[in-house]
């Protein structure tokens, strides 16, 4: 949808991203957020499963949400 370009547009305006090709960026924030929220869906859901299956930091849903916003927040880091 637009809604992600206008928002990375608004982001650059504002000076929290460099001035980039608002789609692209847009898609590389997309494609992030999206990679980890299906990884996280892929996880057994059982608390004692997840901890036995999964890797650290992803072996807690805390330590899932944990990652997800350092990823995100290095992510931002880099395109601004």
């Not at 929290?16 to 299906?38: E, F, K, M, Y």
């Not at 892929?42 to 036995?52: C, K, M």
């Amino acid at each position: 949808t637009i809604v992600p370009i206008l928002r990375a547009g608004l982001g650059m305006a504002d000076g929290v991203l460099r001035r980039d090709d608002p789609v692209s960026v847009a898609l590389i924030i997309w494609g992030q957020v999206h990679g980890l929220v299906t990884l996280n869906q892929r996880l057994p859901t059982d608390p004692e499963t997840r901890r036995v299956a999964a890797p650290e930091p992803v072996a807690t849903e805390e330590g899932f949400r944990a990652l997800y916003q350092r990823s995100l927040d290095s992510l931002i880091d880099g395109l601004g």
